[in-house]
């Protein structure tokens, strides 16, 4: 597992990215710690431009977690995919 700044496609990114034998996660998180996206892709190998990412998309209020979307798509896209 590493952890910190990763270059993603010509941009440097703090990102948590956990290998698998079946895959890779990517984790972003908002300013306060809390998980803002995780996107997990079948190929260790996967751009994070291929369009077969599975991004989760996280709300959270001083309560705790309100919601959590998922969605298929580019994960460079995370910001403007169709969410709902």
């Given at each position: 597992m590493a952890t910190g700044l990763r270059r993603i496609n010509n941009r440097t990114r703090a990102v948590r990215v956990i290998d698998h034998t079946e895959g890779v996660i990517l984790t972003e998180r908002y300013a306060n710690g809390d998980l803002k996206y995780l996107g997990f892709h079948k190929d260790q190998d996967a751009a994070t431009s291929d369009e077969n990412w599975v991004v989760h998309y996280f709300v959270w209020d001083g309560n705790g977690l309100v919601s959590r979307e998922s969605?298929?798509?580019?994960?460079?896209?995370?910001?403007?995919?169709?969410?709902?």
């Open positions: 969605i298929m798509g580019i994960y460079d896209n995370r910001d403007s995919l169709d969410w709902r």
